[in-house]
């Protein structure tokens, strides 16, 4: 795959997906814990990121709806929030990581729960990782990449924030990216470019998330 090549979707899959995210979400659960996991019902979609990544900015803009919690205290929630979008598609909003003021003790639980999870749930189809298009990975991220390939879990990178760089800025970090992904077996060979601000790729990732949807 090049640093040009993108997922394209036929018109009336976006049309579909758009109308399922305007459908409306309801909130199902918080989970601080692995034995707090609500029962499985419908495929599940998690995203995952950095703190302050633009992860609750994504969920909000991907359902139109100011749903999931932006938060001024990055790395505070530590819990797995569910969301059920209508009758196709649970979205679970993972607890951010790598914020630098969280406590080894903390940064342990995370990986504890996030691993159970992700080992544990038969119906989690796609882990949306998201990643600042300015920052590109860091080393956090290759670990999470790992722990998901570890799990046998699909990932997808998704570039936020992408209306903060220039062209030429978005091509680097997608090549590097795609050079990044190349050793990591669970990959999805997609990278998703978006800006909540600007509604870049928001229409294309619901189309992708949407051909996901069903029982789980
Ligand atoms: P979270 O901690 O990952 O949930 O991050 P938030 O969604 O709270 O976003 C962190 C900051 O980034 C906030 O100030 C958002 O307004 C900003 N942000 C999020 N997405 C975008 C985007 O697409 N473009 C720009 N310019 N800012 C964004």
Request: glycine share 8%; hydrophobic share 45%.
């Amino acid at each position: 795959m090049t640093a040009a090549a993108a997922e394209s979707f036929e018109a009336a899959a976006i049309e579909a997906a758009r109308r399922l995210f305007a459908g409306g979400v309801q909130f199902v659960a918080a989970a601080g814990s692995l034995d707090a996991l609500p029962p499985m019902g419908l495929t599940e979609i998690a995203f995952a990121g950095r703190s302050n990544v633009g992860k609750s900015s994504l969920i909000n803009g991907l359902v139109n709806q100011g749903i999931a919690r932006t938060s001024n205290t990055p790395g505070r929630t530590q819990e797995i929030i569910f969301f059920w979008l209508g009758d196709a598609l649970t979205l679970v909003d993972l607890p951010g990581y790598g914020y630098a003021k969280v406590s080894k003790d903390k940064s342990a639980a995370w990986n504890t729960l996030i691993r159970s999870y992700l080992r544990g749930r038969p119906g989690l189809r796609r882990v949306c990782l998201l990643i600042d298009a300015r920052h590109g990975l860091k080393p956090i991220d290759h670990d999470v990449m790992t722990l998901m390939d570890e799990a046998a879990v699909v990932y997808q990178v998704v570039l936020t924030k992408t209306d903060k760089i220039t062209a030429p800025a978005l091509a680097t970090v997608m090549t590097e990216i795609e050079a990044a992904m190349r050793p990591h077996t669970a990959a999805y060979p997609f990278v998703a470019v978006t800006s909540v601000r600007s509604g870049l790729g928001l229409p294309e990732l619901r189309a992708g998330l949407a051909t996901l949807a069903g029982p789980a």
